[in-house]
Each structure stands twice: as C-alpha cells, then as structure tokens.
C-alpha cells in the first residue's frame, strides 16, 4: 500500500500560480504512474495530468500550456506547477498512484483545496 500526502493548495488570484506536491511513501515500484485528478464542486473527479516512472506525461486539453507535472523519482515526489489559473481550475486536487501494469490508480491522497477567484 502506498500513502500519499499532497501539499500546496490555496487561494490565488486569476492569473496567479501554484504548486501542488506530492509525497509518496510505503512500497513504491519502478515502473508506477503518478498522477493530479481534480473535483469540482457537484461535478466528477477527473484527470489533470499524469507522469510515468520514464517521465511521459499526459495532459487534459483545459490544462496544456498552463500546468506542468514532474517527478522526482528519488524522493518518491511528484509536482504540479499551475500558472495562468483561471477561476474554472477551482476544485479539490487530488494525487494519485497507479502500480506498473495496472488500469485503475489504486492509492489516492486526502486531496488539497485550490481556490481562484476572479
């Protein structure tokens, strides 16, 4: 089982930048896939970015040239940096991890609040 604890949220301006961690501990593997998902206030938690243990990513379209996602696979870390926010970006993020060779993410932090106002 991995645990992961998520820092960095907050409140920020239109336009403002934040930067989300994620700190993974317990049995990690190389090979494993990080990832931001995010939930809006009555709508689904989706996906924000993803990493693989290599460093390919994947963005959503709403995202692409504003957030960036690494890794810091040493320290069992992965990082979103989020510039241009827009008041849309509003939601709980939360990190996630997904074992090599697995669909599902199977490991979910406790989320961290991003706020945007205009």
């Known amino acids: 089982q991995v645990a992961l604890v998520e820092s960095g949220g907050g409140l920020v301006q239109a336009g403002g930048s934040l930067r989300l961690s994620c700190a993974a501990s317990?049995?990690?593997?190389?090979?494993?896939?990080m990832g931001w998902f995010r939930q809006a206030p009555g709508k689904a938690r989706r996906s924000v970015a993803t990493?693989?243990?290599?460093?390919?990513?994947y963005y959503t379209d709403s995202v692409k040239g504003r957030f960036t996602i690494s890794r810091d696979n040493a320290k069992n870390t992965v990082y979103l940096q989020m510039n241009s926010l827009k008041p849309e970006d509003t939601a709980v993020y939360y990190c996630?991890?997904?074992?090599?060779?697995?669909?599902?993410?199977?490991?979910w932090g406790q989320g961290t609040q991003v706020t945007v106002s205009s």
């Open positions: 317990g049995r990690t593997f190389i090979g494993d896939t």
């Open positions: 996630a991890y997904r074992l090599p060779d697995r669909v599902d993410f199977g490991s």
């Open positions: 990493i693989t243990w290599r460093g390919n990513t």
